[in-house]
């Protein structure tokens, strides 16, 4: 199995400041078929998860550009550049290139 | 539009069975990969079970094999899991979708 591994666990930001967040698989999540299966999510308290970015850098429909995610093989980052007060919530990164899909163990991100 | 909606969740005592449901609109079951991913109380996420877009293809987490099954039912654009032998660590809140969405949940409580 497939094991992801976030860092940090938690994250108080600033409004206005940036934010990162680090997601490192056990083994590459780049296909044969040159994609690579690495989402990320925020699950908002009380919400389903919500996708932002798929295959590593491509931000979801309706997701705003302050939301960048960058990386290949086994090394992904999720970052936002201006953390506002709607962004808080827990981030988790999944990969889907073995199935179940595999989760990593989210980053909690609040607010100053 | 896109929606999915579980249903089935409830209180049930270990050992026992129960069927969720997770009907969907919007999409063709048909034309995607499908999953049920659980979140036990105050923890992330877990993938549970896959389903390839043909239907030929299911994979479950170590944790449910044997014991959960996974299937759909493209007349009625509905997805399923049955889940057998129930333990106290299965109680979590049921999510299905495929990874660009997800629906509200359904929880099931396994407990004497």
């Known amino acids: 199995d497939i094991v992801m591994t976030q860092t940090p666990l938690s994250l108080s930001v600033t409004p206005g400041q940036p934010a990162s967040i680090s997601c490192k698989s056990s083994q590459s999540l780049l296909h044969s078929n040159g994609r690579t299966y690495l989402y990320w999510y925020l699950q908002k308290p009380g919400q389903s998860p919500q996708l932002l970015i798929y295959?590593?850098?491509n931000r979801f429909s309706g997701v705003p550009d302050r939301f960048s995610g960058s990386g290949s093989g086994t090394d992904f980052t999720l970052r936002i550049s201006r953390v506002e007060a709607e962004d808080v919530g827990v981030y988790y990164c999944?990969?889907?290139?073995?199935?179940?899909?595999?989760f990593g163990q989210g980053t909690k991100v609040e607010i100053k | 539009q896109v929606q999915l909606e579980e249903s089935g969740g409830g209180v049930v005592q270990p050992g026992r069975s129960l069927r969720l449901s997770c009907a969907v609109f919007?999409?063709?079951?048909?034309?995607?990969?499908m999953h049920w991913v659980r979140q036990a109380p105050g923890k992330g996420l877990q993938g549970v079970a896959t389903i390839s877009s043909n239907g030929a293809n299911k994979f479950y987490a170590d944790s449910v094999k044997g014991r959960f099954t996974i299937s759909r039912d493209t007349s009625k654009n509905t997805l399923y899991l049955e889940m057998n032998s129930l333990r106290a660590e299965d109680t979590a809140l049921y999510y299905c979708?495929?990874?660009?969405?997800w629906g509200r949940g359904t929880l099931v409580t396994v407990s004497s």
């Open positions: 999944m990969q889907s290139i073995q199935f179940p899909p595999g």
């Open positions: 919007g999409f063709t079951l048909s034309d995607y990969t």
């Open positions: 979708g495929r990874v660009t969405r």
């Open positions: 295959e590593v850098s």
